[in-house]
């Protein structure tokens, strides 16, 4: 069985890229992390590192093993924060990520309620795209992702259980008062190649290949250019709670909507905290 203090020198190390920078995040010295280092690769018999110029980096074995303690300090740490929510909601804490348009709609009222209600509780928040969401939900490093997912998404990774908030409308944006097809050949805003594969498959159910002049995943500069007058978009209706621009005219696109979900890792029951973070986010989701 490995020494967790060891992998989460490999962690560090791994993830910042030098033995200084790892002992910087540790406080520890850096011979100290070099003998922790050294001490793994007796302990396994493998060589985990290896010289490069006057640097070190990560053998294939040493990856392997970095990817692995990754994921076990994340499930020691969330099994740290179980325990101390199990102690009572007067302490430990929930660590939560979402999207942007959560983030600016369904959390932050979610995160109030919370904090009202166990003050004691810290309550943490990064804001990344649900791929990034779900890995660290996997890894143990956050308690609940809230996520979002089209009818053709593909399934979660095992483990992870899904928890119903909402489904979100999708809207046309543009400067008149009009339907998809009447937009055919104008100039489109769409997020990156990897957020616009909704957008995509919409334009082409009614029969044409958007032209797309800009790229954002920013929700207000989408809003922005259509203001500006400079193309069209689709926006989801959490981001048209938060803003909405103006001069703009937003019509709910029939039949099309995305599913926002809170997720958890594992199997039941969720530690108290969790369960607390999860009731708050259903009634920010039913509040509107």
């Known amino acids: 069985m490995q020494d967790v203090t060891r992998l989460r020198a490999l962690d560090a190390f791994a993830r910042l890229g030098s033995v200084t920078a790892a002992a910087q995040a540790l406080h520890y010295s850096q011979p100290t992390v070099s003998h922790h280092l050294a001490r793994l690769e007796a302990e396994t018999g493998a060589q985990l590192l290896q010289r490069v110029g ?55 009222p979610a995160a109030a309620t919370l904090a009202a209600a166990y003050p004691g509780l810290e309550i943490s928040l990064v804001d990344t795209h649900p791929p990034e969401a779900l890995e660290l939900l996997r890894a143990g490093r956050i308690d609940v992702a809230v996520i979002f997912r089209y009818d053709e998404t593909e399934p979660e990774p095992d483990g992870v259980r899904l928890h119903h908030l909402l489904d979100d409308p999708l ?41 797309i002049g800009y790229t954002s995943d920013d929700m207000v500069v989408l809003q922005a250019l259509v203001s500006a007058g400079l193309g069209v978009t689709t926006i989801p209706g959490l981001a048209l709670r938060v803003h ?13 909507h995305r599913h926002i979900y809170a997720a958890t890792y594992g199997e039941p029951p969720d530690p108290p905290a969790t369960t607390a973070l999860l009731a708050a986010l259903t009634e920010a989701a039913a509040a509107g």
Do not use: K, M, N
């Not at 093993?65 to 909601?89: K, N, P, Q, T, Y």
């Not at 944006?173 to 957008?199: E, F, K, M, N, Y």
């Open 244 to 256: 909405q621009g103006p001069g703009i005219v937003a019509r709910e696109l029939p039949g099309s």
């Open 54 to 108: 006057r640097g070190v980096r990560l053998t294939p074995a040493g990856r392997l093993l970095a990817d692995r303690a990754a994921e076990i300090i994340g499930r020691v740490d969330a099994a740290d924060a179980e325990l101390s929510a199990h102690v009572g909601l007067s302490a430990g804490r929930v660590r939560l990520a979402g999207f942007s348009s959560a983030i600016g709609s369904l959390i932050p």
């Open 171 to 211: 809207y046309l944006l543009s400067r008149q008062d009009a339907v998809l097809t009447d937009l055919r050949d104008a100039t489109w805003i769409a997020g990156c190649p990897r957020c616009r594969s909704h957008l995509l498959a919409v334009c082409a159910e009614a029969g044409f290949e958007p032209r």
